[in-house]
């Protein structure tokens, strides 16, 4: 008799062309995974993948096996889940997707409690640059700045604060900017723009705006290295409050015209709207609103 849990890991992989990628969005061990798929193989006695070094295919007789049971498994899951759903109670695995810096500063902090609260449920979190696919590759996601027009559902979490910083090693060697027009002479270290290119630096103060465009000495593309770099006297950058207000503290940084303020960034918790009664969704996107919905001493305001 087949196992409905060998169909499910044979579809996973199918579809995502990977024992490792399937593995991960199962939840599950990629030893498993291919055991699944090696005793689903035995029982209908036909190879149904073509593996090698770089790559995993279907045969013909996995193609054909992936027409057949798509619709039935993709059936039978959304009765389980209707029948989850209606229970509300947040059980298995639950990915999340979310940038370096703040998976690392913010998310890594919270996450325990969440496990305390929810101790049936799973986490696979995914830190990276790149916007994942939110059907294919995550539950949910926490994204900074604007949302694009899209139709994923998406809630305001927090607004985060930034500051423009600079490192006492840095201001002892090339000495401090009396006025933001001196920071053209000075090494800035900045995030490319969505065209890849250096981001215009923006200060406001009593209903005054000032927008610069300046020569950027390093440009990167992940925030928690802007960070790194600003501290080790690289150079002048805009570092988000969570991150850069315990190293203004401590005397690692130092805030440059703090009297100008730099607009700052929503941070949005974002999921398809197919799974919005999803009860670990639920649990999470609630969860994350409670422990960040309100202002705080952290620069997450």
């Given at each position: 008799?087949l196992?409905?849990?060998?169909?499910?890991?044979?579809?996973?992989?199918?579809?995502?062309?990977?024992?490792?990628?399937?593995?991960?969005?199962?939840?599950?061990?990629?030893?498993?995974?291919?055991?699944?798929?090696?005793r689903?193989?035995?029982e209908?006695?036909?190879?149904?993948?073509?593996?090698?070094t770089?790559?995993?295919?279907?045969?013909p007789?996995?193609?054909?096996?992936?027409?057949?049971?798509a619709?039935l498994?993709g059936?039978?899951?959304d009765?389980?889940?209707?029948?989850?759903n209606t229970?509300?109670?947040?059980?298995?695995?639950?990915?999340?997707?979310?940038?370096?810096?703040?998976?690392?500063?913010?998310?890594?902090?919270?996450?325990?409690?969440f496990?305390?609260?929810?101790?049936g449920?799973?986490?696979l979190?995914d830190?990276?640059?790149?916007?994942k696919?939110?059907?294919?590759?995550a539950?949910?996601?926490?994204r900074?700045?604007?949302?694009?027009?899209?139709?994923?559902?998406?809630?305001?979490?927090?607004?985060?604060?930034?500051h423009?910083?600079v490192?006492?090693?840095?201001?002892?060697?090339r000495?401090?900017?009396?006025?933001?027009?001196?920071?053209?002479?000075?090494?800035?270290?900045?995030?490319?723009n969505a065209?890849?290119r250096?981001?215009?630096?923006?200060?406001?103060?009593?209903?005054?705006t000032?927008?610069?465009?300046?020569?950027?000495?390093?440009?990167?593309?992940?925030?928690?290295?802007?960070?790194?770099?600003?501290t080790n006297?690289?150079?002048?950058?805009?570092?988000?409050?969570?991150?850069?207000?315990?190293?203004?503290?401590?005397g690692q940084?130092v805030?440059?015209?703090?009297?100008?303020s730099i607009?700052?960034v929503d941070?949005?918790i974002?999921f398809?709207?197919k799974?919005?009664?999803?009860p670990n969704?639920?649990?999470?996107?609630?969860?994350?609103k409670?422990r960040?919905?309100?202002?705080n001493?952290?620069?997450?305001?």
């Open positions: 008799m196992d409905l849990d060998d169909l499910r890991a044979f579809k996973k992989v199918a579809v995502m062309k990977s024992f490792a990628s399937a593995a991960r969005a199962l939840g599950l061990p990629r030893s498993t995974v291919s055991r699944n798929v090696a689903l193989e035995r209908l006695g036909a190879r149904l993948f073509q593996r090698t770089r790559e995993v295919a279907l045969t007789t996995g193609e054909a096996l992936l027409q057949r049971c619709g498994l059936a039978l899951e009765a389980v889940d209707q029948v989850r229970t509300s109670i947040p059980h298995g695995p639950l990915r999340v997707t979310t940038g370096v810096g703040f998976g690392i500063n913010v998310l890594a902090q919270e996450l325990p409690a496990l305390i609260r929810y101790p449920v799973t986490v979190l830190l990276s640059s790149e916007t696919d939110l059907v294919a590759d539950d949910v996601a926490i900074l700045g604007p949302m694009p027009d899209s139709g994923l559902v998406s809630a305001r979490l927090l607004t985060m604060t930034r423009l910083c490192a006492p090693s840095y201001l002892e060697r000495g401090r900017p009396e006025s933001l027009e001196e920071l053209v002479d000075h090494d800035t270290i900045e995030m490319p065209l890849g250096p981001r215009t630096w923006t200060f406001t103060k009593d209903g005054e000032k927008s610069l465009e300046l020569p950027t000495r390093i440009c990167v593309n992940e925030a928690l290295a802007v960070h790194r770099l600003v006297g690289a150079g002048i950058g805009i570092i988000s409050g969570y991150i850069c207000r315990p190293a203004f503290a401590d940084l805030p440059l015209f703090p009297d100008w607009p700052p941070v949005n974002v398809a709207s799974r919005e009664l999803s969704v639920r649990a999470f996107v609630d969860f994350m409670e960040l919905g309100a202002p001493d952290d620069g997450l305001e």
